[in-house]
């Protein structure tokens, strides 16, 4: 869910710290993200794609098609794991899945269960074959990519729930997996400066907006939340001084301090532990487990491949450096990024083919070996 209205806010009171930006401004840079939130999506946004197997491949074979987008265009991706959630969360989880079973019947109320899920480990063997670190978070895997990002380790958490904002991330980049928009990039130093906050008192604002770990407080919603919150500093004062027990009544046992507590001292992983590193993709791998073991089309495999190696090689060529102004930034190589080798085996030519965003996926049939 993240924190409830709080973009729309942001836009609205805080404009100056949205900024516009394109994927190409991304380049070199390392970008931290929820690999958990990701699986969900194509899980829940693409056509089911089941293999001979009776596995659902979806989130496999989108996890595979976005990964390779990103470093093709540069991008350095580090995928964050979801460790063991927080008590309080457990209520949000389990009503997720409440609902998304109520949808998937109101659908088609002939299905049955859907296929099973594939295990992490796979999606681990996936970013192994594709040279891309990943971490394991001990609790939420936002709350560590905030860390990544405030120890240097990375640029930016791209993900398009705004937890990362209250978790401490200085940057949030969203709208990375759509085509059709442009990137959208939120500052929190800006936001704070803009609506005179604290960290202590966003956090409390985004308390008050809705998040995962407590009930709102009926009526405050952020036409009312924000402006107290600014005049009182802190949700206990905004409760007493302002506000009526009638018309906005404090839920029973609401756990305010701990749910403080989650978002400005989570557990995450140690960035002094984290050793981040990325390799070529290892092509012939690649098709092995995703063609020979998990049934996709070795066809699409390869040239989707195929059309990464042949952008490597574009950008390997000599570039004319163009006039060098103040201020001008350097844009990283893709030779840089990787080192192009020559292959013994070379890739078969295809006819080519415009690669395929995951969300828009054809049929549950149409990737699959035959």
């Known amino acids: 869910m993240g924190i409830a209205g709080l973009a729309k806010l942001i836009h609205e009171q805080a404009p100056d710290a949205v900024s516009s930006v394109q994927l190409d401004d991304y380049r070199g840079r390392v970008v931290a993200m929820d690999v958990s939130v990701a699986i969900y999506q194509f899980h829940t946004a693409m056509p089911k794609i089941t293999n001979r197997h009776g596995q659902n491949i979806s989130a496999l074979q989108g996890l595979f098609y976005r990964t390779m987008h990103l470093l093709e265009n540069g991008i350095k991706p580090v995928f964050v794991f979801d460790g063991k959630p927080p008590e309080l969360k457990e209520r949000v989880l389990a009503k997720r899945t409440t609902v998304s079973g109520a949808k998937r019947k109101a659908a088609d109320p002939a299905v ?216 001008s930034k350097k844009q990283q190589r893709m030779v840089e990024f990787f080192q192009v080798k020559k292959r013994a085996r070379k890739i078969p030519k295809a006819r080519q083919e415009e690669d395929e965003d995951p969300g828009t996926a054809r049929n549950g049939s149409g990737d699959l070996r035959k």
């Open 112 to 327: 049955g269960e859907p296929p099973q899920w594939l295990p992490r480990r796979d999606f681990e063997r996936l970013l192994g074959y594709l040279g891309v670190p990943y971490v394991q978070a001990p609790a939420e895997a936002e709350a560590t990519c905030a860390a990544l990002v405030k120890s240097g380790h990375a640029w930016c958490t791209a993900t398009e729930d705004m937890d990362a904002l209250p978790f401490g991330s200085s940057l949030l980049l969203r709208h990375l997996n759509s085509k059709n928009k442009d990137l959208e990039e939120i500052s929190l130093p800006v936001v704070l400066q803009k609506l005179g906050l604290t960290q202590e008192q966003f956090v409390d604002l985004c308390i008050l907006l809705g998040c995962d770990y407590c009930e709102k407080i009926r009526g405050l919603g952020p036409k009312k939340a924000l402006p107290l919150l600014q005049q009182h500093k802190r949700i206990e004062q905004v409760l007493h001084s302002a506000c009526s027990a009638q018309k906005h009544p404090w839920p029973e046992n609401w756990p305010l301090e701990e749910t403080r507590r989650l978002f400005l001292h989570p557990e995450v992983a140690q960035p002094s532990q984290v050793v981040l590193e990325w390799r070529e993709p290892d092509v012939e791998g690649l098709v092995q487990f995703l063609a020979h073991e998990k049934r996709m089309a070795e066809t699409r495999v390869r040239r989707r491949l195929e059309k990464w190696q042949a952008a490597c090689l574009k950008s390997a060529l000599p570039q004319s450096p163009g006039p060098v102004t103040k201020g």
